[in-house]
């Protein structure tokens, strides 16, 4: 990949900017309580624009999705992960689609080399000949539907609260990511970060997953307590050397958010859509596969991305994640 080579939104040009070690600075993440949500609402949506506001990331506490649901389909991820190489290429991740599975095919504009992990993309409207079948993998598909489903409510929740303070209508960024329309393009992704036993000591320099912002409206991330690495970065202003990263350890009961670039744009800019990135490992800590599962809330094709005060010009959600979609995975 050209690494000199200009990009159409300004966000992948900052993004090929940062991909420079930085340093280790501490860091609060906000945590917000989900509990009760519609008493609280006002309340949850002041604390949401805050963090999303001043670091771009937060954790939610009590936001429903019970832990038992999560074990589940971190125990079925690595299980399809298992799954011999011939196996898991039947489920070919498409050109453009977000759906199915690759394998170090993910190239960050922030480092020009591919990322040291494999994935599978579940975005429902496009999964035709892209499921395992029952008897590859028992149970995976009911599993990870109704786990897409959890994360996609928990994720309207959010984007109500957002709605609210940007004065849009209430269900605004729900008819948005209607899971019914077959213009739906939000995805539950599956990752798989390669183990690093019997690594040399070159093997320990660079990432796992380069520095980059997310293409969506809203990440929410689960992470496996003990299997570390996720680091943050507010000011991608700053030169790659300078930057300052915040490690964001994995914890029980915890789910991690990020705001994404759609989400940006579509607050004007008010929002922040954080860099962040997944570290190696150091020598002294878990060297086994590392499993992470994101959901991400990428509003429908049809969707118009464009703020309340106009800043930017209007542009689909589908245009806009195709310029995404083609940055990362650009040969």
Same mark, same amino acid.
């Given at each position: 990949?050209?690494?000199?080579?200009?990009?159409?939104?300004?966000?992948?040009?900052?993004?090929?900017?940062?991909?420079?070690?930085?340093?280790?600075?501490?860091?609060?993440?906000?945590?917000?309580?989900?509990?009760?949500?519609?008493?609280?609402? @006002?309340?949850?949506?002041?604390?949401?624009?805050?963090?999303?506001?001043?670091?771009?990331?937060?954790? $939610?506490?009590?936001?429903?999705? &019970?832990? !038992?649901?999560?074990?589940?389909?971190?125990?079925?991820?690595?299980?399809? *992960?298992?799954?011999?190489?011939?196996?898991?290429?039947?489920?070919?991740?498409?050109?453009?689609?977000? @759906?199915?599975? !690759?394998? /170090?095919?993910?190239?960050?504009?922030?480092?020009?080399?591919?990322?040291?992990?494999?994935?599978?993309?579940?975005? $429902?409207?496009?999964?035709?000949? $892209?499921?395992?079948?029952?008897?590859?993998?028992?149970? *995976? /598909?009911?599993?990870?539907?109704?786990?897409?489903?959890?994360?996609?409510?928990?994720?309207?929740?959010?984007?109500?609260?957002?709605?609210?303070?940007?004065?849009?209508?209430?269900?605004?960024?729900?008819?948005?990511?209607?899971?019914?329309?077959? !213009?739906?393009?939000?995805?539950?992704?599956?990752?798989?970060?390669?183990?690093?036993?019997?690594?040399?000591?070159?093997?320990?320099?660079?990432?796992?997953?380069?520095?980059?912002?997310?293409?969506?409206?809203?990440?929410?991330?689960?992470?496996?307590?003990?299997?570390?690495?996720?680091?943050?970065?507010?000011?991608?202003?700053?030169?790659?050397?300078?930057?300052?990263?915040?490690?964001? &350890?994995?914890?029980?009961?915890?789910?991690?958010?990020?705001?994404?670039?759609?989400?940006?744009?579509?607050?004007?800019?008010?929002?922040?859509?954080?860099?962040?990135?997944?570290?190696?490992?150091?020598?002294?800590?878990?060297?086994?596969?590392?499993?992470?599962?994101?959901?991400?809330?990428?509003?429908?094709?049809? @969707?118009?991305?464009?703020?309340?005060? /106009?800043?930017?010009? &209007?542009?689909?959600?589908?245009?806009?994640?195709?310029?995404?979609?083609? @940055?990362?995975?650009?040969?």
């Amino acid at each position: 990949m050209n690494t000199n080579a200009a990009y159409g939104l300004a966000e992948l040009n900052l993004e090929k900017k940062i991909g420079g070690i930085g340093r280790i600075k501490q860091r609060a993440v906000p945590r917000i309580d989900m509990s009760r949500f519609e008493a609280r609402k @006002a309340e949850i949506a002041d604390q949401l624009w805050h963090a999303s506001t001043e670091i771009g990331f937060f954790q $939610l506490v009590n936001h429903g999705i &019970p832990q !038992e649901q999560v074990d589940e389909a971190f125990d079925m991820t690595a299980k399809f *992960f298992d799954l011999p190489y011939d196996t898991k290429g039947k489920m070919p991740l498409g050109k453009g689609t977000n @759906a199915g599975w !690759e394998y /170090k095919a993910q190239v960050r504009p922030s480092t020009g080399t591919a990322d040291n992990k494999e994935s599978y993309q579940i975005t $429902l409207p496009r999964m035709a000949n $892209l499921w395992p079948s029952g008897r590859e993998l028992p149970g *995976f /598909k009911a599993t990870m539907l109704a786990f897409e489903r959890a994360n996609w409510a928990l994720g309207m929740k959010v984007l109500s609260c957002f709605a609210l303070k940007l004065g849009f209508a209430p269900d605004f960024f729900t008819d948005c990511h209607d899971p019914m329309s077959p !213009e739906y393009q939000s995805t539950l992704r599956l990752l798989h970060y390669l183990p690093m036993e019997n690594a040399k000591p070159e093997d320990f320099t660079g990432w796992r997953a380069g520095a980059h912002t997310d293409f969506d409206c809203l990440t929410i991330l689960h992470q496996r307590t003990g299997q570390g690495g996720l680091q943050l970065c507010p000011g991608m202003e700053a030169e790659a050397d300078e930057l300052e990263w915040t490690d964001v &350890p994995p914890q029980p009961g915890l789910i991690t958010c990020n705001i994404g670039d759609m989400l940006r744009r579509w607050s004007d800019d008010k929002l922040l859509s954080t860099l962040h990135r997944v570290r190696m490992p150091h020598a002294d800590e878990y060297l086994g596969p590392r499993y992470s599962l994101p959901f991400f809330c990428q509003a429908n094709k049809d @969707a118009i991305i464009q703020g309340p005060a /106009k800043k930017y010009d &209007p542009i689909t959600a589908h245009d806009y994640l195709q310029q995404r979609i083609a @940055a990362n995975f650009a040969k």
